[in-house]
């Protein structure tokens, strides 16, 4: 299991561990599944693409609540994964937040009758104006630039903070939001050399990424939702991210950060 800058497999006390069950967009390839970030202790899970399967080991909480960035497939698939640990009583219960329009989508079409005919006890939960969630926090969200619409979170605890922004173009609208959060995890499907591809699909690219966390003064910049078709070390350019923040990491598959 890999873990970001020699952190300890133990939690410190104080500390919060959040584990990228996925980091790759759009599908899965060797080395990444699509997106899904826990954080174990907390029972708290964002998006539930290809990588939703790996949710089982990690369960630390009998009460598990899903908040959704938006219904492409890349981002809701795995909620199909999950049948088996909702039958055999591994949690209790499983609320599942994102816009009304999205949830409907699912549960009409990717739990239809003709796809899959068996829906898993989700407790389908328009998102409120915040969530609390637990230790104390409060969860907020902000409609972010995409097709379709997508969702961009924060979370406050008293002590620690993060914010999760995928699915979106230009990165600097939400510098507000995630001023001075001390762990940001953002999307970077694409390197600089395809910004022209960014802008068209509604995604990121490298540049005005590591921008927005130098801009917004993050502790913390995390690079996630890579494109698929890159399979090397470095598909998104992180030299060029660090130049510009230099506290910048490419995120991995089943890495482990605490902040």
């Known amino acids: 299991m890999k873990s970001d800058y020699g952190a300890t497999q133990s939690r410190e006390s104080g500390t919060m561990r959040i584990v990228l069950l996925g980091t790759g967009g759009y599908h899965p390839n060797e080395r990444r599944h699509t997106a899904c970030l826990m954080l174990p202790e907390l029972g708290v899970i964002f998006d539930a693409g290809t990588s939703f399967f790996r949710v ?11 908040f959704l960035t938006h219904a492409h497939l890349d981002h809701i698939v795995g909620l199909s994964f999950f049948l088996v640990p909702m039958l055999t009583d591994q949690v209790d219960s499983v609320k599942l937040y994102g816009e009304a329009s999205k949830l409907n989508a699912i549960q009409t079409h990717l739990f239809s009758e003709e ?13 409120p104006e915040t969530v609390s ?28 903070s993060l914010a999760y922004i995928t699915d979106t173009a230009n990165p600097a609208q939400h510098l507000e939001f995630v001023k001075g959060v001390d762990l940001l995890i953002h999307e970077c499907y694409f390197p600089d050399d395809m910004a022209e591809w960014a802008d068209k699909t509604g995604h990121s690219h490298t540049t005005p990424v590591a921008e927005l966390a130098r801009d917004a003064n993050v502790g913390k910049l995390v690079l996630t939702h890579i494109d698929p078709q890159q399979t090397g070390d470095d598909p998104i350019g992180i030299k060029v991210a660090q130049q510009i923040f230099p506290n910048t990491i490419l995120g991995e598959d089943l890495m482990e950060l605490e902040f």
């Open 56 to 66: 089982q080991q990690f369960l630390k909480t009998r009460d598990l609540q899903i």
């Open 133 to 160: 969630v637990a230790e104390q926090g409060i969860l907020k969200h902000i409609p972010l630039e995409h097709p379709g619409g997508s969702v961009g979170y924060r979370i406050d605890w008293p002590g620690h």
């Open 115 to 127: 796809i899959f005919p068996l829906l898993p006890g989700y407790l389908f939960t328009p998102l």
